[in-house]
């Protein structure tokens, strides 16, 4: 069973279009996450859910807005796409509350924005 | 802020070969310390972690101590394989609910 998983794997789309990516945990997890990673691998945090709750929101344009149904789920939706956005987004989850939960990683949507 | 500096990649390694990955932190507070690996195409999964000065975390015959004195975390794996070949990630946590803080990735190809 996967643990986190994303949805879609790849995604290729125009500029100005609006997207989707779901994630979804069966960890039973508290808190989960949306990181980005760019074509130099760096990888920073955007989002951070705890119990469908937004706690961290780390400067993202406010064209991304996560939403969270339930505690197993955190989408993704960002509005009018641009090139800048092209990257690999990853979602993550942990238990949260504890300073040495491990996160874990869904295999990530590679987005191209053409 | 909180960060994490790795040391430049890529780092080319014959099969067999040590390898050293070096990470040093600036931290607020007293984080609990982590080495994750992203193999090609893939997420990242956790390597191994520590959570107290001196503590040395293991797995797959890696090794990392927590150096409080040198705010280091140090990655050493003493024959590195060619399936070791990967993106590794050294990252900080400094509370229970805040996301981790990464470095920038060192990139190992280990050639047979």
């Known amino acids: 069973d996967t643990a986190v998983s994303q949805t879609p794997k790849y995604l290729v789309t125009q500029m100005g279009n609006d997207k989707s990516i779901k994630c979804e945990q069966n960890?039973?997890?508290?808190?989960m996450y949306w990181y980005k990673q760019d074509s130099k691998k760096f990888l920073k945090i955007m989002f951070s859910?705890?119990?469908?709750?937004?706690?961290i929101n780390e400067t993202v344009p406010n064209r991304f807005s996560p939403k969270s149904p339930d505690k197993a789920h955190l989408n993704l939706h960002i509005n009018s796409l641009e090139l800048g956005d092209s990257a690999v987004y990853f979602c993550?989850?942990?238990?949260?509350?504890?300073?040495?939960?491990?996160?874990?990683f869904g295999p990530g949507t590679r987005l191209t924005v053409l | 802020g909180d960060s994490v500096t790795q040391m430049e990649g890529p780092v080319t390694l014959s099969e067999e070969a040590f390898l050293t990955i070096n990470c040093t932190y600036t931290a607020t507070g007293y984080p609990s310390l982590f080495w994750y690996v992203q193999y090609p195409g893939e997420g990242l999964q956790l390597l191994l972690k520590?959570?107290?000065?001196?503590d040395k975390g293991s797995n797959k015959g890696f090794e990392a101590t927590y150096r409080k004195e040198t705010t280091s975390f140090h990655l050493e794996k003493g024959s590195v394989q060619v399936s070791d070949s990967a993106v590794y990630f050294c990252?900080?946590?400094?509370?229970?609910?805040?996301?981790?803080?990464f470095g920038k990735g060192t990139r190992l190809s280990v050639i047979a």
């Open positions: 520590a959570t107290k000065a001196d």
């Open positions: 960890l039973g997890h508290d808190t």
């Open positions: 993550a989850s942990s238990q949260g509350g504890s300073l040495t939960d491990t996160q874990y």
């Open positions: 859910y705890n119990n469908k709750e937004l706690i």
């Open positions: 990252a900080l946590r400094v509370t229970g609910n805040t996301p981790l803080v």
